[in-house]
């Protein structure tokens, strides 16, 4: 299975900056998805930002234009850069790779998350 370890986070002050990376291990089959969620307290997990192997973004409204992700596919890698950092960032971030060429085969992995926290 695949297996994802995240690092990076830390605490910031509002307009500064951040960068995530993720790396994963193991067989990560072809089609998929590495992006990133985030969680904050009392609220859902959400998406913040995905990029698929052939390099197709999506981003969150929230974070569009300020939040830019990318991936290494030969070291297996996804990193998500974050600049323009507000309060309402704060949450746990985690790393996700999703994938499969069919149901069978289909795989959704998650790692640990890590802290992010931005104060005004």
């Known amino acids: 299975q695949v297996q994802l370890v995240e690092s990076g986070g830390g605490l910031v002050q509002a307009g500064g900056s951040l960068r995530l990376s993720c790396t994963a291990s193991?067989?990560?089959?072809?089609?998929?998805?590495m992006g990133w969620y985030r969680q904050a307290p009392g609220k859902q997990r959400e998406l913040v930002a995905d990029?698929?192997?052939?390099?197709?973004?999506t981003y969150a409204d929230a974070v569009q234009g300020r939040f830019t992700i990318s991936r290494d596919n030969a070291k297996n890698t996804v990193s998500l850069q974050m600049n323009s950092l507000r309060p309402d960032d704060t949450a746990v971030y985690y790393c996700?790779?999703?994938?499969?060429?069919?149901?069978?085969?289909?795989?959704?992995?998650w790692g640990q998350g890590t802290q992010v926290t931005v104060s005004s």
């Open positions: 996700n790779c999703k994938g499969g060429v069919a149901v069978e085969s289909f795989f959704n992995s």
């Open positions: 193991g067989t990560i089959v072809s089609p998929n998805v």
């Open positions: 990029i698929t192997n052939r390099g197709i973004t």
